[in-house]
């Protein structure tokens, strides 16, 4: 893991040859500097986490995944999407969220040098509880994902442009993780990032604030009125949501393996 206080310079210009600048300039609008991407299995708290940074000052964090990377060709178009809605909001910094940018790594880092990578990780089996709730009853689906994508989390392990933080960490002592979190990313802590909960924040489109089963077609409005209520203890989750012998697959190969590294033992 890279040290939170590592020294971190300005971006370059985009090597994708984006430069873009509102269409109505802003008088505070400035050069973005930097850029940063939470990814990591999906259901491991990347929501959690980019909500939390979304009070920053100095942080540009959209409320929605670009996906910028997940289709060829659309990377450019919807960078330049972000850097426009940046600068017009007069900010240096843009910290966006797609969790399946995870297996994106290699193609950003070409395209925007110097970009950083905030990784959230959490325990295979709620992560799989958790998936099974939106899709109910594919186990299969969840642990496959988890190990798919936390390979690559692990192979990013002290990666100088990447950070690992486990959703479990955030949970136990939000401040202490996401004074580290600030600091891999160049700006000072704030405070008010433990009070994200405290105003509406409506993710994925949603028109406000509503509590729904989380079961597919509304997974979306059951996440957004998860993340705005304060840090959600989904640890454990699976033991009373995953038959045993599903949690025993966390116990075998690459899983066990996985689940070892990160310290799920």
Not at 153 to 180: N, Q
Request: proline share 5%.
């Amino acid at each position: 893991m890279v040290s939170a206080g590592a020294r971190w310079t300005s971006l370059p210009a985009f090597s994708i040859g984006i430069q873009v600048a509102p269409s109505t300039p802003d008088p505070a609008s400035r050069a973005i500097e930097r850029m940063a991407f939470i990814c990591g299995c999906g259901h491991s708290g990347t929501t959690l986490a980019a909500t939390m940074l979304s009070q920053h000052p100095r942080l540009y964090v959209p409320l929605y995944e670009s996906e910028a990377f997940l289709e060829d060709g659309l990377a450019a178009q919807r960078l330049a999407k972000l850097v426009a809605e940046a600068s017009a909001a007069g900010k240096t910094m843009i910290v966006e969220k797609t969790p399946r940018h995870i297996r994106k790594v290699d193609a950003i880092r070409r395209a925007i040098p110097g970009a950083r990578f905030v990784v959230l990780v959490r325990d295979g089996r709620d992560v799989t509880a958790s998936i099974a709730q939106r899709y109910p009853g594919d186990f299969a689906h969840g642990i496959a994902r988890w190990v798919f994508d936390n390979r690559i989390a692990l192979s990013l392990r002290g990666s100088a442009d990447a950070l690992i933080v486990r959703y479990e960490d955030i949970v136990v002592d939000p401040a202490r993780e996401m004074t580290k979190v600030c600091a891999f990313l160049g700006v000072a802590y704030d405070d008010a990032l433990l009070k994200y909960h405290e105003r509406p924040h409506l993710w994925y489109g949603e028109k406000d604030v509503r509590r729904t089963s989380g079961v597919a077609h509304e997974h979306e409005s059951f996440r957004n009125w998860q993340v705005n209520q304060p840090i959600f203890d989904g640890r454990g989750r699976w033991k009373r949501d995953l038959p045993q012998e599903i949690a025993a697959e966390f116990g075998r190969g690459d899983a066990a393996v996985l689940m070892t590294a990160f310290g799920y033992d």
